[in-house]
């Protein structure tokens, strides 16, 4: 089949970001999934995001404050790691 891989998937995700993000700030794993070039699962880029963190030291990521701010489709992209909910992404 012709799926993309974890790689290539964890792959777009840092290029989208670095498309859209203005100097290392963070986005929501939302923003950044609704930008990118691969039509992917929220469970493909749960396992590319998690795949970022392990195999890239830059890669941040860290739930969202105010969670009364988050959207269902924010809550669904949210990815778990180290016992915590991470709702945004950034490269530090």
């Not at 990521?61 to 269902?72: C, F, S």
Request: glycine letters at 6%; charged letters at 25%.
């Amino acid at each position: 089949d012709d799926m993309a891989s974890i790689e290539q998937i964890a792959a777009d995700i840092k290029n989208t970001y670095e498309r859209i993000a203005t100097g290392g700030e963070w986005l929501k794993m939302t923003e950044v999934a609704g930008n990118m070039g691969l039509d992917v699962s929220v469970d493909e880029f749960a396992q590319a995001v998690r795949h970022l963190v392990i195999n890239d030291p830059k890669t941040e990521v860290q739930p969202e404050i105010n969670q009364k701010t988050l959207t269902q489709m924010d809550r669904l992209y949210r990815v778990m790691w180290a016992g915590d909910h991470n709702d945004l992404i950034a490269w530090i």
